[in-house]
């Protein structure tokens, strides 16, 4: 059992000594908590209501108590999870985004990439407990750390294209580095892996049952460095046959094929050509989804490939701000989120409509030169 205590964002961290197993409790908003036990510093998501997903405010505080993490001698590794049973995090608070001004949603994306580069670059090691629904904004705060733990009730996906956005949060640096086209496919379609398939897929570096998650931490709490934290995993994973095939294994050969077009035009026309079962329910699931998106996308995953991650979201962040002033990003929102009537109306409505163009301006510099730009020095 750990003690948290909630505080309010900005005021500044108010520890309480105890005895025992308990260190202490750092401050947190109610929507984050933040803890010290052991030798961890835990950080738990904490909108289960919303299945935990994230706004500027947890971001924040989400970044705060890693740079104080980094900074502590006798804390040697961080451990994020999300609290309740349903979900790591779903993403990113995209209503309240596309239902304010262009500086609000610039606001949250600069926090959150600047927080998704941190993770890349963390000194120590960083392990996101990824139990249950892990999307969007919640890849962001798992993948680009050095280790994730799924579970079987972890589901990924990556579906931003099916709302007028794109895959972001580094999603350009990690997705066109799946083996044999795997990530542009996820990207383009929003894909759904479940439990074991998100360790298959290369997401997930381990996979435990959700029933281990209380040993997994305390265990974890115990670890000095990276060496005890792979021991670890290991022989808790170890505990956790699996004769199962990849879920997407009958397929890998066709998704390699076809999406290894070089344009939005030729994968279409790759999976007409396959003719297949499985290729006419993707294209059925890839017509959903925004013809700007997809162009968007294809575009940003392809220049991805040969870009740092740092450089991967300061290109999403131009992206995004772009998608902010004038997309098919509020359309796509309001649709599936907000009426949730299902039917967008998406501009242009046809892939062969969105001219180059079109796409480009999504990725020239940003009206008021404001882009992003990374200083952990300062929080």
Avoid at 275 to 292: F, N, Q, V, Y
Wanted: glycine share 8%.
């Amino acid at each position: 059992m750990i003690r948290t205590s909630k505080f309010i964002v900005g005021l500044k961290p108010h520890k309480l000594a105890v005895i025992g197993n308990f260190t202490r409790s750092m401050s947190s908003s109610s929507d984050v908590l933040v803890t010290e036990r052991g030798n961890a510093g835990i950080i738990t998501i904490n909108r289960p209501k919303t299945l935990n997903a994230i706004n500027t405010d947890m971001v924040k505080t989400i970044y705060a108590a890693m740079k104080d993490f980094a900074s502590k001698d006798d804390k040697h590794l961080v451990i994020i999870k999300g609290a309740g049973e349903k979900s790591f995090c779903a993403g990113g608070d995209v209503r309240a985004v596309v239902e304010n001004d262009v500086s609000f949603g610039k606001d949250f994306f600069r926090n959150e990439y600047k927080n998704n580069e941190l993770i890349g670059n963390y000194k120590k090691p960083y392990i996101a407990i990824i139990d249950g629904i892990t999307m969007g904004g919640g890849v962001g705060l798992s993948v680009h750390g050095k280790y994730r733990v799924a579970t079987e009730r972890t589901l990924f996906a990556m579906p931003e294209t099916a709302i007028g956005l794109f895959p972001d949060v580094g999603g350009g640096y990690f997705l066109p580095r799946m083996n044999g086209n795997l990530g542009i496919y996820l990207g383009l379609t929003g894909f759904r892996l479940k439990g074991r398939d998100v360790q298959k897929a290369g997401v997930a570096t381990h996979f435990i049952e959700s029933s281990a998650l209380e040993d997994l931490e305390n265990q974890l709490t115990k670890c000095k460095n990276f060496d005890d934290i792979d021991k670890t995993l290991e022989k808790l994973q170890s505990q956790f046959k699996d004769t199962t095939d990849f879920v997407l294994q009958p397929h890998l050969k066709q998704i390699e094929k076809a999406f290894g077009g070089d344009t939005m035009e030729q994968i279409l026309k790759n999976l007409h050509s396959d003719g297949s079962e499985w290729a006419m329910s993707t294209l059925k699931l890839i017509s959903k989804m925004s013809p700007t998106s997809l162009k968007v996308t294809l575009r940003q995953l392809q220049l991805g490939k040969s870009m740092s991650l740092r450089e991967c979201l300061q290109m999403e962040f131009r992206l995004a701000v772009h998608c902010c002033i004038e997309s098919d990003f509020k359309e796509g929102v309001r649709a599936l989120l907000i009426d949730k009537d299902q039917q967008p109306k998406w501009n242009p409505s046809k892939i062969e409509d969105v001219t180059q163009g079109h796409v480009l301006k999504f990725f020239v510099p940003l009206p008021d030169n404001d882009e992003l730009v990374f200083d952990h020095s300062k929080l």
